[in-house]
């Protein structure tokens, strides 16, 4: 985290739909299921018919997510990543997060509050107090959309209904967990200097508000929300633009998201005009021109302002908006992102010609800018749904997420190094709560979230994960069971149907060569269109399609330095397993990121891969037989080195990046 730097109307169902977002509460959602990673038949869960209501402006969609509750995880990694996240979330306790809030509003705290980013007298510099409980929020309500588990829809309440008497209590409409309260929202206001980033938290816990109303149907949520938004709009109704522009300068994370999604709940004018003003125009002009100008720049702190713009350009139409949007994610990610999807060192974007200085940074890959990123993917993918968009998706869900657990603990990473020798380091459950705590929090609680887009009547099959899909609207129902990526091919069952024609629309990814249909057994012509293979058919129950997608082996260059490779093996990225010399055990679980940089001093050498022919390194790497993603560097290291995903290396040194030399 950063703290300065220079239509029509929807009814409520439909606005679910077109924010991703689950039924409401009384869906019929059975409790206890998140062990199982099931809900009830989607098909039989009704829509709150008390929270209808229409929204004057409608988000310009051409794919929409399904909502959380209409898509169910089966047995996978991904599963089980998510029930240690739901454990790790059911061990904390709400009011220790509440306790500055409480304080602040001048009411008893009712327990001590947590440590870390959430101890005042450790970070009264950055003034983060609060952002957890955010990000809690949001994850719980996730969590109970996803999974039905009635205990994370109370958790849900119980925070809302706190955070509701807080706001009273200040009768403001500001609730805050700050050591000093508004003093810095005071200060930003009045050209003064600002201690933290009061905007930032702030945007969490309105994200975490949204997302109570949203996913676990919290009515009272709104109605907080709504009183934020006020006190944001109260305290700058008087600044000039440009007064608040250079305000804009200290991060603040997604506000313009989060009040333009207010907006569309709201219908207020006042909403979506206060989410256009807290739009950074010193980077929304130049993207939305085409220039970047990100070197140097603090990677998380932009991120959000474009998936706000994303936003905006859904709910405008503005082509400043869509411009600006498109151009970053194409900039970020095809000149500034590491072979796992991540960027950044040190927090910042620097040149893309510096790639290969800052390779062997302990600080490289900030997970909260995956979770970002990944955000703006999904977004812009509803726009113009597009095979780069969800090759990008599926490649840093992978490899940056799905990688930033510890299969052991739970616990999340802040970084993700690319130093050779170095190894994930992961917080604690109860001493660190860094912003990628946080997200991290959120990252596993929604895997079902992309899996499938619906378009009129089209069906997209975006991801080879497990699970099933109800589409509610056209009556069908499809099951994936697949063991990818450790298998190269998926199968594609339709469970209920009436026969309507609908078109599946499946994912041919950017790093498969040929991909191969059989339907029922047999090869079936499936015309690739704009990346995805199509077939479309009065479908039956019992349909089966079998996708087969061959995966190789490649060697992706570090930008601008082309002596340094990354493995890919289909999306997968291989990391060399170089063992835990020097490690003392439990030093990658660490207290907070001002130890980060200590926890390994003893430095290990990572031999380079001899080579006569670089285009000829993959075809020298061999398979490991019987143990599937696992290849041997052989005879062009001194010793072979085992190469295995990224995605299950913990507790160990590796390295991504090799460098080639001659032999």
Known sequence: MNSQESGGALSRREMLQALGVAALAGAGLTAGCAAQGAVANPAQTPIDEAAEKTLDAAPQTVAEPFALGDVRLLPSAFLDARQRDGDYLLSLEPDRMLHNFRVNAGLPPKAPVYGGWESVAMWADIRAQGHTAGHYLSACAMMYAGTGDERFKQRCDYIVSELAACQKAVGTGLVCAFPDKDAQFLNMRDGRRVIGVPWYTTHKVMAGLRDAHLYAGNADALAVLVGLADYAATLTKNMSEEQFQKMLNIEHGGMNEVLADLYLLTKDPAHLALAQRFCHKAVLDPAAAGKDNLDRLHSNTQIPKFIGFARLAQITGGDNYRAAAAFFWKTVVNNRSFITGGNGDQEHFFPPADFVKHLGSAKTMETCCSYNMLKLTRLLFTQQPAPELADYYE?????????????????????????PGYLKLFCTPIDSFWCCTGTGMENHSKYNDSIYFRAADTLYVNLFIPSTVAWRDKNISVEQTTAFPDEPRTRLKITSTPGAMVTLAIRHPGWCPAARVM??????????????????????????????????????????????????????????????????????????????????????????????????????????????????????????????????????RYTLYWKMVPA
């Open 395 to 419: 490649r840093t869900l992978l490899n940056s997420i799905l990688a930033s657990q510890d299969p052991q603990s739970g616990m999340m990473t802040y970084f993700q190094p690319t130093r």
């Open 519 to 652: 339907l029922n057994g047999k090869p079936v012509k499936a015309p690739l269109t704009d990346g995805y293979l199509t077939i479309r058919r009065a479908w039956r129950a019992g349909d089966v399609l079998d996708v087969d997608l061959p995966m190789s082996l490649d060697t992706i260059p570090l930008p601008h330095a082309d002596d340094y490779v990354a493995l890919l093996y289909g999306p997968v990225v291989l990391a060399g397993q170089l063992g835990t010399a020097g490690i003392t055990p439990g030093a990658d679980i660490i207290v907070n990121e001002r130890t980060y940089g200590d926890v390994l001093n003893t430095p290990i050498a990572v031999p380079p891969l001899k080579v006569r022919d670089p285009g000829k390194v993959a075809a020298r790497i061999h398979p490991v037989p019987g143990k599937p993603l696992t290849f041997t560097t052989g005879d062009l290291t001194p010793r072979p080195i085992t190469l295995s995903p990224y995605f299950r290396t913990a507790h160990q």
